[in-house]
Structures are given as C-alpha cells and as structure tokens.
C-alpha cells in the first residue's frame, strides 16, 4: 500500500509563513493609543446640555496618558428658561491612567458662557472624575464622568461661590 507523502520541511516553513500574519494580529492591544485624536458629542458634562468635542493625546507614557480638549455648545434645549441661545465653550486639560481601551480619566477645565444676562454665570471652572474607553487603534469612544462646576461669580442666581455637580455622558470616535 503507497504511503501519503510526508510533510517537508520547506512545507513547513510556507506554512508558518502564511500563519504569522494571524499570530501578530491577536498582539493589536498596546499600552499607548496610536489613535491620538478623537471626535464626540457631549451630554451634559460641562456644558450646559450638550458639546461637539475635539481631543488629543499629548503625551503617553506606559500607562499614563494627557490629553487636551476643545468644544462648542449651546443652551438651545433650555430655551423655555433662559432669555435667549447663546454658545457654550469649554476646555480641559485631562489625565488618563489605565491599560488598553479602559481608562480611569481626571482633568480641569474652564467653561464660557457668551451671554450677557448678569443673572447667568458666565465663567465655570470644572473638574472630571470618569472612565472612558477608547479602541487603542482608533474607533469607539466612550466617555462617563462626574464634572462638578464652581463659579466664582458672585452676581449670578446663586449667591457667593457656587458648585454644581453634573453627570457627563460622550460618544463619538478616535482616529
């Protein structure tokens, strides 16, 4: 009876070959993000109802990431309260600390309300305490935090120095 040829050792090699590919793509999960920049819409957090948002990772060093972030709302979903739309602007600068898409996040940041109403603050001052969870080579961006505001104004609806808590719920992508 003929015997079925035995696997050669340049067989086994083209085999191999043709599985590595496969061997270095389940490696995809890295410490630093290669997508640096990220694009998301913002539910309360610190605007006043929502904000387009843009951020980037400045700095990332093993498990510790910085990030800076810019964006633009407005009040147009509270119109029934207030005396007219005007935009929101806040900036932040945030820490990131976690492994691969999960992230504990802090940051700082400043809010500026465009109204000139004296009854409405104005200037906000914030901070962020959340989880968000980024695809390392970009994608979904998920972003949950509490974003207490204080207000140094002392001519606004709330008398001396005031702090708001507020929840902060974005969605968007990283690239």
């Known amino acids: 009876m003929p015997q079925p040829p035995r696997p050669t050792g340049l067989f086994l090699f083209c085999l191999s070959l043709l599985l590595l590919p496969l061997r270095l793509q389940a490696q995809e999960f890295t410490q630093n993000f290669r997508a640096l920049n990220a694009f998301y819409i913002e539910a309360g957090g610190n605007s ?77 001052y914030f901070a962020r305490l959340g989880f968000r969870y980024q695809v390392p080579r970009g994608g979904l961006l998920v972003r949950v935090a509490v974003t207490p505001f204080i207000s140094p104004n002392p001519d606004s609806r709330i008398p001396g120095t005031g702090v708001v808590p507020r929840l902060g719920f974005s969605v968007g992508r990283s690239f």
């Open 48 to 124: 006043d109802t929502y904000a387009v948002n843009y951020d980037r990772v400045v700095y990332q060093q093993k498990k510790f990431k910085a990030a800076i972030r810019a964006g633009i709302g407005t009040n147009l979903f509270f119109l029934s309260g207030e005396p007219a739309v005007y935009p929101v602007v806040p900036v932040e600068a945030m820490a990131l600390l976690g492994n691969r898409r999960k992230h504990f996040e802090g940051g700082l940041g400043y809010t500026h309300r465009f109204t000139d109403d004296p009854e409405l603050l104005q200037h906000m």
